[in-house]
């Protein structure tokens, strides 16, 4: 079965520009959760949907941030524009029933210079 | 605040030794609780899960779960070079979709 599937895998980009990181779940999930990794703050939770509604988007850290889902099978994550401290990678996971683990993608290393 | 507490280590074992691995948690109503490894510049993949207290294994691992201490572990058993990693406790707090990660746990097996 595949995994959850993020892209890209890496991204490299000046300050001020548009990022958009994808995010496939897997078939039959109904729960999709991004989150951000750093050394400084560990995992954290930016935003979740189930069954393609965000729930709880408390973790976004600013306006410059948003997500959608605008289907089952797909969910985007934006960042306009980019500064140098959202450089983190980006993971997306997704999870079947409410008490089932979450699944994670590979992630996205995004650098903004 | 939910918080999910793990000692960040390193912790150095041995091969062949008994690794334990600690977390406790503040939310009291939380059911469901994970371990994942993470290796270094992979993305977390899940190990365990337990939801009752008491013990449960699985090969080589074994979780405990405590809800009245707020406590959860991670016992491996003859521990590999292979088993070096990051271990992350997760918790999901009740009523919600949410989960709370520790930072995590660097683990050492040294050969």
């Known amino acids: 079965d595949a995994g959850v599937i993020q892209s890209p895998r890496h991204e490299v980009t000046e300050m001020g520009q548009e990022v958009t990181l994808r995010c496939k779940p897997i078939?039959?999930?109904?729960?999709l959760f991004w989150y951000r990794q750093t050394m400084m703050r560990g995992l954290e939770l930016l935003i979740y949907?189930?069954?393609?509604?965000?729930?709880?988007d408390s973790g976004m850290p600013e306006d410059r941030f948003s997500a959608k889902m605008p289907n089952a099978s797909f969910s985007t994550l934006k960042i306009q524009p980019s500064e140098p401290r959202d450089s983190a990678v980006y993971f997306c996971?997704?999870?079947?029933?409410?008490?089932?683990?979450?699944?994670f993608g590979d992630g996205t290393r995004l650098s903004i210079l | 605040q939910k918080e999910v507490e793990q000692n960040s280590g390193p912790l150095s074992v041995p091969e062949g030794a008994i690794a334990s691995l600690n977390c406790t948690y503040s939310?009291?109503?939380?059911?469901?609780f994970f371990w994942y490894r993470q290796y270094s510049g992979k993305s977390p993949e899940l190990i365990m899960s337990?939801?009752?207290?008491g013990d449960k294994e699985d090969g080589r691992f074994t979780a405990q779960l405590n809800k009245a201490s707020q406590y959860v572990s991670l016992l491996i058993r003859d521990s590999q070079p292979s088993d070096s990693a990051t271990y992350l406790c997760?918790?999901?707090?009740?009523?919600?979709?949410?989960?709370?990660f520790g930072t995590g746990t660097r683990l050492k097996v040294l050969a």
């Open positions: 996971a997704s999870s079947s029933y409410s008490n089932q683990p979450q699944h």
């Open positions: 078939s039959g999930h109904n729960s």
């Open positions: 949907f189930n069954n393609n509604v965000p729930i709880d």
């Open positions: 939310d009291r109503g939380s059911q469901s």
């Open positions: 337990i939801y009752s207290n």
């Open positions: 997760a918790v999901k707090l009740e009523g919600t979709y949410k989960y709370i």
